[in-house]
C-alpha cells in the first residue's frame, strides 16, 4: 500500500489506491477545510503536491476549473477532495491552516 506523507507535520500513514487526499488526512487527524462537501466547489481543500504527483489520478474539468479560479495555484496545486491516491507514494502539503 502506498504511503502518504503529510507537510508539514511529517505524518506518514499507508492509504489504499482510490482514496481521496482529502479523506486520507483527515483520517491521520490532520486538519483539512472542506467547505463544499468535497464538490470542487469551494477550493478551500488545495493542497501542494510535493511527491508523487504522477502517481494521483488524472485532474477532472471540474477541478481545473476551480484551481483557476484560486489565487496562488502552481503546478504542484490540486485539491485534496477530487485527487486519489494511486499505487505510489505522494507527500502533500497542507497549504491552510485551521
Ligand atoms: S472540499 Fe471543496 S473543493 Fe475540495
Do not use: Y
Not at 496562488?72 to 485539491?79: E, W
Request: hydrophobic share 40%; proline share 2%; glycine share 10%.
Amino acid at each position: 500500500m502506498p504511503t502518504l506523507t503529510i507537510m508539514p507535520s511529517g505524518h506518514k500513514s499507508d492509504v489504499a489506491a482510490g482514496t481521496t487526499l482529502l479523506s486520507a488526512i483527515l483520517a491521520a487527524g490532520e486538519k483539512l477545510i472542506s467547505k463544499c462537501g468535497g464538490q470542487a466547489q469551494c477550493g478551500a481543500c488545495h493542497v501542494a503536491i510535493n511527491d508523487g504527483r504522477k502517481s494521483l489520478s488524472k485532474t477532472t474539468r471540474a477541478e481545473n476549473e476551480k484551481l483557476d479560479a484560486i489565487v496562488g495555484v502552481s503546478s504542484r496545486s490540486r485539491l485534496a477532495c477530487q485527487a486519489q491516491m494511486g499505487e505510489e507514494d505522494v507527500t502533500v502539503e497542507i497549504l491552510s491552516f485551521v
